[in-house]
């Protein structure tokens, strides 16, 4: 716990009044004898239990002191201040932890980067005051956080209907309700290494979605929280895996640099740009805004390849047949290559009918002379409709009929479709419009379609509406959700059982979907994550009164927190404003504790159902047989 190892480092250096101004610590003297390895100094530090346990590293025979990283939190952080960073407000790009201007090997460095968010919200339209844990100040706080969490309330979506079922098989379909962060630590207990393709259609930190911090580093928040789910998207992607990221010009550049970082930079594959918008808007103050960025970074580049994309008409229109040929419509294609490409040696070749061919300077023949030969045998070759022309090749389009072509990086809407079209589709089984930007099916079938094969598991972990899951089970993909936000039973969960039912709207038609399957839905069992949404919705003082009470019974407070303060109706608590106590009870619970851990799930304490337990015991044990 940060604040207590803060408080044994203090309890330690008042002992040395010369590192002393009145009240303010010398950080600098304190640093320059630790540099010299002064041994009283580091002697008295190392006897202090948490600050061993929290900066040095056990070997055989002993332990090393980690001098570097206690040097670093003392130069770096506002001493007596809750600050966990290097920086008060900069973010850039840094070498050697100073800021720069030009350098080849550049990392993002932004404040609270080296801390854990967990960025909880259930309603987009409430803020919530984030708690941010150092990685190795609060790492036990951290290791409860993240540790795998237990399922419940599971459920079997099918054609036939929602069932009860106590087993997971590991090609199921899963849908996830809760925080984001923490179930993708519980997905990496089963998934890690398996994933094939992540999209995700993450909050553009924009100021007008879903992303309501109230933090005056906005936009250091934003980049904390993607960067910690960035770090487990990666551990759960296969080694052939890819990553596309949808993403506005607002954060577009600082979110590339950042998955250089956690992807690394040799693994970037493209910024594709999707024309979102059909329309111009006349009243744009600047420019009007009509695309968004997709990011793609592979987990390893050397082995990632995309799939083609199939031929359009528009592509096979330019085939024609001037001459009768048998083999039918063909294109010509030139001879000869642009130097460098790894051709045979440059040569010249006569013809039957006498036109003898060189290629260029600089280039060399794609085709060998046995291979020439052989075309012009097989009437390959086109001289031009007077015989005389430069020779090419016919290339036949039956040769192609199996073949795609490379996807290019410019998306028009009319290719995969606009914001409205979404809005559209959403409106098919969602009357109230809750998302303002959702992404067309036609944008994910492509994506799919480039980033994996049947069967292959699709991950999305800003779920919204669904549309990548309904997408992935119309092209027969395994797929992955996780949704936090409490729309996700009269959402996501009413257009997938739409699906599983067959319904026609978006890509059905073109990929002839009638329905079927199924998903496993199931709900990270809630700790203090049901007092908070308690307290949210209570109306009135005394129903508030008597919440609390159900609180100080069961619920985990932090252990800053004076439930004295909070209990006690003589105190200045009850002075307060109706919405401020709310405030101040969701903020004095223990954030680390919302969920419950696995490791806990035979507490008679959690009431835990028996049919939920023998679902984790499948989910965790990897024991999944014939679901029932």
């Not at 487990?232 to 010009?249: N, R």
């Not at 009007?288 to 199939?310: G, T």
Request: aromatic fraction near 12%.
């Amino acid at each position: 716990m940060e604040t207590e190892i803060l408080s044994q480092v203090k309890k330690v250096l008042i002992t040395f009044p010369e590192y002393w101004d009145n009240e303010n610590l010398m950080k600098n003297k304190v640093i320059e004898d630790l540099r010299k390895y002064k041994k009283e100094l580091v002697e008295c530090l190392l006897s202090n239990q948490r600050i061993k346990d929290a900066y040095s590293l056990n070997i055989e025979n002993g332990f090393v002191f980690k001098i570097n990283e206690f040097i670093e939190m003392l130069r770096f952080k506002n001493y007596w201040e809750d600050s966990y960073t290097k920086f008060s407000n900069e973010i850039g790009l840094t070498s050697d932890e100073k800021y720069l201007k030009y350098n080849s090997d550049v990392v993002l460095d932004f404040p609270h980067k080296d801390c854990i968010l967990e960025g909880g919200m259930t309603k987009e339209e409430r803020a919530k005051k984030e708690i941010y844990y150092h990685k190795v100040l609060a790492k036990e706080e951290i290791d409860v956080l993240l540790a795998p969490k237990v399922f419940s309330n599971v459920k079997r979506y099918s054609e036939k209907g929602v069932e009860a079922t106590t087993k997971f098989n590991q090609n199921d379909n899963l849908i996830i309700k809760g925080n984001n962060l923490i179930a993708l630590y519980t997905l990496k207990e089963r998934f890690a290494g398996k994933v094939k393709l992540i999209f995700i259609d993450p909050p553009y930190n924009t100021g007008g979605d879903s992303f309501k911090y109230n933090d005056k580093f906005n936009h250091s928040t934003w980049l904390t929280f993607m960067k910690n789910r960035l770090e487990i998207a990666k551990d759960l992607l296969a080694p052939d895996g890819s990553i596309w990221i949808t993403i506005d010009d607002d954060e577009s550049h600082y979110l590339k640099v950042l998955c250089d970082e956690v992807f690394g930079r040799d693994n970037f594959i493209n910024n594709v740009v999707w024309e979102k918008k059909y329309t111009i808007a006349n009243d744009a103050k600047w420019l009007s805004d009509n695309h968004d960025h997709i990011l793609v970074f592979a987990k390893n580049k050397d082995v990632w390849r995309p799939n083609q994309l199939p031929r359009t008409d528009e592509m096979n229109r330019a085939y024609k047949n001037p001459d009768n040929h048998p083999k039918g419509v063909w294109k010509a294609t030139p001879l000869h290559a642009k130097s460098g490409s790894p051709n045979s040696a440059n040569f010249s070749y006569k013809f039957k009918n006498g036109v003898v061919f060189t290629p260029p300077a600089g280039t060399f023949s794609r085709y060998s002379k046995e291979t020439l030969m052989r075309m012009d045998e097989d009437n390959e070759i086109w001289f031009g409709k007077d015989g005389t022309a430069v020779p090419s090749r016919k290339t036949f389009l039956t040769d192609l009929k199996n073949q795609g072509t490379p996807s290019k990086t410019i998306w028009r809407f009319n290719e995969v479709g606009h914001n409205h079209e979404a809005r559209e589709e959403t409106k098919a089984f969602n009357a109230e419009e809750v998302f303002a930007t959702p992404k067309p099916e036609r944008l994910l079938k492509r994506i799919i379609h480039l980033g994996s094969n049947k069967n292959e598991i699709v991950l999305d972990f800003f779920m919204g509406s669904g549309t990548t899951q309904a997408v992935a089970m119309k092209m027969g993909r395994q797929f992955i959700g996780i949704e936090q936000m409490d729309y996700i039973k009269e959402v996501p969960l009413v257009r997938l059982k739409k699906v599983l039912e067959g319904e026609q709207g978006g890509i059905s038609k073109e990929e002839n979907w009638t329905g079927g399957g199924s998903l496993i839905y199931a709900e990270l069992q809630e700790l203090n994550q049901q007092y908070v949404e308690i307290v949210q919705q209570t109306k009135t003082e005394t129903d508030l009164y008597e919440i609390l009470q159900k609180i100080n019974n069961h619920a985990y407070y932090d252990y800053k927190v004076s439930i004295e303060r909070l209990t006690n109706r003589d105190s200045g608590f009850k002075d307060l404003s109706f919405e401020d106590k709310k405030n101040i009870i969701i903020q004095s619970l223990d954030a680390n504790q919302l969920y419950v851990n696995f490791s806990e799930i035979d507490d008679a304490e959690f009431n835990i159902l028996d049919s939920d337990k023998k679902f984790n015991e499948s989910y965790y044990n990897n024991n999944g047989e014939e679901a029932q």
